[in-house]
């Protein structure tokens, strides 16, 4: 498995972005992917996840209803569309895979492989 995510940019407030993440080793069959930020000079936090099924579907309160997290059809990528974006979102966005339960997709803890982020600037 190796990630790449993609789709950064720097955008002004209300605007949106899609970034996406890919596995280079292969699909996301029978994987959950997640998505995570990381600010400067702040932790990793949990952004966003959908669990292998595709249908179950999670999200930082930070986020919902701004955020969505989708899967293709076929499995090859899975995409965060970010809408009405703020200043606050700014962060480097980086997605993982893995296996979580339920108690562990919104913590890193939960997934195996992760890849290299993208940066998302939103100015004011």
């Known amino acids: 498995v190796q990630l790449q995510a993609s789709g950064g940019g720097a955008v002004q407030a209300g605007d949106s972005l899609r970034v996406s993440c890919t596995n280079s080793g292969g699909t996301f069959n029978n994987l959950a992917v997640g998505w995570f930020r990381q600010a400067p000079g702040k932790e990793r936090e949990f952004v966003a996840a959908?669990?292998?099924?595709?249908?179950?579907?999670f999200y930082a309160d930070s986020v919902k209803g701004r955020f969505t997290i989708s899967r293709e059809r076929d499995k090859s990528a899975v995409h965060l569309q970010l809408n009405n974006l703020k200043p606050e979102d700014t962060a480097v966005y980086s997605c993982a895979a893995g296996y979580p339960i339920l108690s562990t997709v919104r913590t890193s803890a939960g997934y195996r492989y992760w890849g290299q982020g993208t940066q998302v600037t939103v100015s004011s």
């Open positions: 959908i669990r292998q099924n595709g249908g179950n579907t």
